[in-house]
């Protein structure tokens, strides 16, 4: 079984900043890439910022010089630090990982269950 836990998100005003954690857990063997995504309402699930296991990162133009990926391999962990957030960021984030299940050959794509952020104009 395998589990990503998203945290951090809430209610900020434009202009301001939150940090989005998301924690892999379970029998994990190895992750690949990891990444952030969102949802707004009415709209399709975008890709917001993806990190590899390397550590290259890639943002969507929207975001690029306000957010940032990272993440913490030791503790299976993706953080997304965003700054300078607009209304037009309000959406539920999600995380995936491609990752590798201990005992299995595939690498598939886990999510997590999403957090809110909302950002008030």
């Known amino acids: 079984q395998v589990q990503l836990v998203e945290s951090g998100g809430g209610l900020v005003q434009a202009g301001g900043s939150l940090r989005l954690s998301c924690a892999a857990s379970?029998?994990?063997?190895?992750?690949?890439?990891m990444g952030w995504y969102r949802q707004a309402p009415g709209k399709q699930r975008e890709l917001v910022a993806g990190i590899t296991s390397g550590g290259s990162t890639n943002y969507a133009d929207s975001v690029k010089g306000r957010f940032t990926i990272s993440r913490d391999s030791a503790k299976n962990t993706v953080y997304l630090q965003m700054n300078s957030l607009k209304p037009e960021d309000t959406a539920v984030y999600f995380c995936?990982?491609?990752?590798?299940?201990?005992?299995?050959?595939?690498?598939?794509?886990?999510w997590g269950q999403g957090t809110q952020v909302t950002v008030s104009s």
């Open positions: 995936k990982a491609d990752l590798q299940r201990t005992g299995w050959v595939r690498i598939m794509d886990y």
């Open positions: 379970g029998s994990i063997f190895r992750i690949n890439t």
